[in-house]
């Protein structure tokens, strides 16, 4: 018996029934077999070894495809699993899945991993990878499965294999070497394929994200296709923990989380907190410049408040603690979104008034595991840009596109240049896990579509990836090292409208539901801010730096025209510091530089006599005599511009 197998060109080819995706490489070309990782069948990755039963559309994918790098890392997990093995047979396996930035692997063991050990799981792998062992895939019913890993111990795996499969479906598992994994695939053909590796760090991580479960132990890794690619990650990594926000924000005095009040607390030092008044500024001026409104609203709620919204029952795990008060039960808000809705439905609105545009930097209260906190990026308490905006049909489209050009300017006048964007949409086949109408998901995810394509911005649609409540589009930036973060979000609601039963009389004199969509730019200040101190090392352009002149006299006589320097500077609002310290010269200048200031200003007799200011320019060797009032002027339209003008 046949079977056709339609290629991507579009020509089609008849094999044996129960043919593999290798043969059909092989069929190709040598050169495509010997490229070749993994397949595409009908759409679904496969194993190259894996029999083909019935007619399909194929696709072999090389290190050119994308897909096939995460087939690579995941091998890689199970080529660290099977190292971890050799070594310490007393291990038992959770999960290794593929990350984006390569893969990891949990391990209950009682004894601890140390980085010694992880240089020798690096050796272990090696060896594997010399011996070119297959990632041969396996069959097995699921009882005898179930009571192999009993047999050994490897709870994880039980539960997986209980979690995931039907009682009487035949599971499936691969084995490398002397590993043996419960695992749907795919996998790479061989370990001889994996050349470039990296065990990177460990980690505690509850069994099951439960504080009451075992404590496992992650191990991260990374792999690459070639050593060079590696090398590159790897400096990209040292380079990122020079960039650490945690760290440069301590150097530079910028904020502080207190021991005292509690973890994910952030306190803005006064360094920090002209940052972020620039920021708040900044987003409050473009808001009025957009038709927004600008609202407040309080940090606590009544708990029906959160029963209305879905809060109660949906995220109430992430929301502080009940608070008892005099006359109800109160929570601290997670979410302003309920707060801006109760101002939309506190007046009847015609559909003349709409959009309606409301805009807050709102502070917001999350409860996070202790585990996930990290410096400004994962907080408890942190401010939103958050907006929301209430408008007809037919006018949702052209807000997306407004919300869309707003991301951009953000991101573009913090210094982002480059983005990626992404869509994520419903699953029609899951209608349980999603609320709306087919005809409301129809127009929520043409309207993102048909903005994103109007502003020719390129985007990847994610299936299924959706909230419960709408679609959204996620803008992710890339900072200077490479890296993606996840800050902006236009997003959906077909939810909240409903449970407040939000209206706007039409033009036909009836009642209407207003559509109603969720935005931050932001994201948060406090990540957002994170995000700007690793990108820019703590060396922020002139605009945002909290001090962005020092006038240094050279001595005590001196004083008096660096004091008239400073005050020319801060008659057009620069924020400017005289450095009158009984100090040697270069201990002083070699302090501010550190302290990354734009512009140190040194003035002399030579300087006094002729109004000139000897400026030395943050990452330039060379210094210049300039003219007080051209100074002036340069670090005017720098701060106007919001450019840099340190390159």
Known sequence: MTIQIKL?????????????????????????????????????????????????ELRILTEKDPEALGVFRHSSAHLLAAAVLELFPETKLGHGPATEEGFFYDFYRPTPFTPDDLLEIEKKMQELVEQNL??????????????????????????????????????????????????????????????????TNLSGAYWLGDEKNQQLQRIYGTSFYSKKDLESYLRNIEEAKKRDHRVIGKQLDLFSIQELAGPGLIFWHPKGGIIRKEMEDWMREEYLKRGYSLVHTPHVARRQLWQTSGHEGYYSQNMFDVMELDDAEYRMKPMNCPFHILIYKDTLRSYRDLPVRLGELGTVYRY???????????????????????????????????????????????????FQVELSTWNPDDRKNFLGTDEQWALANGSLENALKRKNIEYKTIPGEAA???????????????????????????????????????????RHQPLMVHRALYGSIERFFGVLIEHYAGAFPVWLSPVQTVVIPISERHIEYGQKVADALKAIGARVAVDGRN?????????????????????????????????????????????????????????????????
């Open 368 to 418: 996070e595991r202790s585990g996930v906190m990290h410096g400004l990026l994962r907080v408890r308490g942190f401010t939103q840009d958050d907006a929301h905006i209430f408008c007809t049909p037919s006018q949702i489209e052209d807000e997306i596109v407004g919300c869309i050009d707003f991301a951009v300017a953000t991101l573009n006048t913090f210094g982002f240049e480059k």
């Open 468 to 510: 419960f409540y709408g679609p959204k589009i996620d803008v992710k930036l890339v900072d200077a090292i490479g890296r993606l973060w996840q800050l902006s979000t236009v997003q959906f609601d077909f939810s909240l409208p409903q449970r407040f039963d939000l209206e706007y009389v039409g033009e036909d004199g009836q």
């Open 583 to 647: 100090e040697k010269m270069n201990s002083k200048i070699r302090e501010h530089s550190m302290q990354k200031v734009p512009f140190l200003l040194v003035v002399g007799d030579k300087e006094a006599e002729v109004g000139k200011v000897n400026v030395r320019t943050r990452g330039k060797e060379k210094t210049e005599d300039v003219d007080l009032g051209n100074f002036v002027e340069r670090l005017k339209t720098l701060i106007a511009e919001k450019k840099s003008g340190l390159d």
């Open 8 to 56: 991507p060109d579009g020509s089609s080819k008849e094999f044996p029934k129960g043919a593999t995706a290798l043969d059909v490489a092989k069929s190709i070309s040598p050169r495509l077999a010997d490229a070749a990782l993994a397949a595409k069948s009908n759409g679904d990755l496969i194993d190259l070894t894996r029999p083909l039963e019935s007619d399909t």
């Open 134 to 199: 297959p990632y041969a895939r396996e069959f097995l019913p699921r009882t005898e499965g179930l009571e192999k890993f009993k047999a050994e111990g490897d709870f994880m795996k039980c539960h997986f294999i209980e979690q995931f499969t039907k009682p009487d479906e035949t599971i499936s598992i691969y084995k490398t070497g002397k590993f043996t994994d419960f695992c749907r695939g795919p996998h790479i053909p061989a370990t001889g394929r994996i050349k470039a590796f990296k065990l």
